[in-house]
């Protein structure tokens, strides 16, 4: 059975860091770009983070540049999500997503993550 389990999201104060885990079962990762995508309550869907599936390019949203990282470890068929000086707008529930091409079509989604940034 294919499956994305994300894992790491939570609750933390405003400045605070949190890293999400994306981990992949009936597939191997390697072959795939990954990206995470968050949604927050009444706002659409938007595409935060991606590393292409050799993990030589990176790529992120905007607004999370200089803050989020993202990284791969093919050995153990996982992808990180690295976030810090986490704020209020970065609140929402992160899904990771595997794709032929960071700029392509989900092949793949996760269930999802909560992260919820507030003092």
């Known amino acids: 059975q294919v499956q994305l389990v994300e894992s790491g999201g939570g609750w933390v104060q405003p400045g605070g860091s949190l890293r999400l885990s994306c981990a992949a079962s009936?597939?191997?990762?390697?072959?795939?770009?990954i990206g995470w995508i968050r949604q927050a309550p009444g706002k659409e869907r938007e595409g935060v983070s991606c590393?292409?599936?050799?993990?030589?390019?990176?790529y992120h949203t905007d607004s999370v540049k200089g803050r989020f990282s993202i990284s791969r470890d093919n050995a153990k068929n996982t992808i990180y999500l690295q976030m810090n000086s986490l704020g209020p707008d970065d609140s929402g529930v992160y899904y990771c997503?595997?794709?032929?091409?960071?700029?392509?079509?989900?092949?793949?989604w996760g269930q999802g993550t909560q992260d919820t940034v507030s003092s």
């Open positions: 997503t595997a794709r032929e091409y960071c700029n392509g079509d989900v092949h793949y």
């Open positions: 590393i292409s599936s050799t993990g030589d390019k990176t």
């Open positions: 009936g597939f191997t990762l390697d072959a795939y770009a």
